[in-house]
């Protein structure tokens, strides 16, 4: 629980505003949609979705909402970086459940703690 509240504050203080992360390395791409793994641990489904910025996607109870997404260049290690919003429309669930970056090439940094379901980015296109 400390090493999680560690690294959000280290990632508070990195990644304080959305823009901030295009501004602060100039390496990472903008894209217009992040390519997301969801798993459903009840059913072992594993789905790919395409969520296009600021256009909310449904898997199961979740509504993901993509607020950026960045890559780096072809020539860098490859690595994506998503802004997620995800809420749980379950009656009595915590609305927010997550809303934070997520990273492709760190997936345990940041991640959703959900009982039913699991998120990962996978790219950005």
Same mark, same amino acid.
């Given at each position: 629980?400390?090493?999680?509240?560690?690294?959000?504050?280290?990632?508070?203080?990195?990644?304080?505003?959305?823009?901030?992360?295009?501004?602060?390395?100039a390496? !990472?791409i903008p894209?217009?949609?992040? =390519?997301?793994?969801a798993?459903?641990?009840?059913?072992?489904?594993?789905?790919?979705? =395409?969520?296009p910025?600021?256009?909310?996607?449904?898997?199961?109870?979740?509504?993901?909402r993509?607020?950026a997404?960045h890559?780096?260049?072809p020539?860098?290690?490859?690595?994506?970086a998503? !802004?997620?919003?995800?809420?749980?429309?379950?009656?009595?669930?915590? =609305?927010?459940?997550?809303?934070? !970056?997520m990273?492709?090439?760190?997936?345990?940094?940041?991640?959703?703690?959900?009982?039913?379901?699991?998120?990962?980015?996978?790219?950005?296109?």
């Amino acid at each position: 629980m400390i090493r999680r509240v560690a690294l959000s504050a280290l990632l508070c203080l990195c990644l304080a505003a959305r823009p901030a992360l295009a501004q602060s390395a100039a390496a !990472w791409i903008p894209g217009r949609t992040a =390519e997301l793994q969801a798993l459903d641990k009840v059913t072992a489904r594993i789905v790919v979705l =395409e969520v296009p910025l600021d256009q909310p996607v449904r898997f199961g109870t979740l509504l993901i909402r993509v607020g950026a997404c960045h890559r780096r260049p072809p020539d860098d290690p490859p690595d994506a970086a998503a !802004w997620l919003e995800v809420r749980d429309t379950r009656p009595g669930a915590p =609305e927010v459940p997550f809303r934070g !970056w997520m990273f492709a090439a760190s997936p345990g940094l940041n991640m959703l703690e959900h009982p039913v379901y699991d998120l990962r980015v996978l790219a950005c296109r």
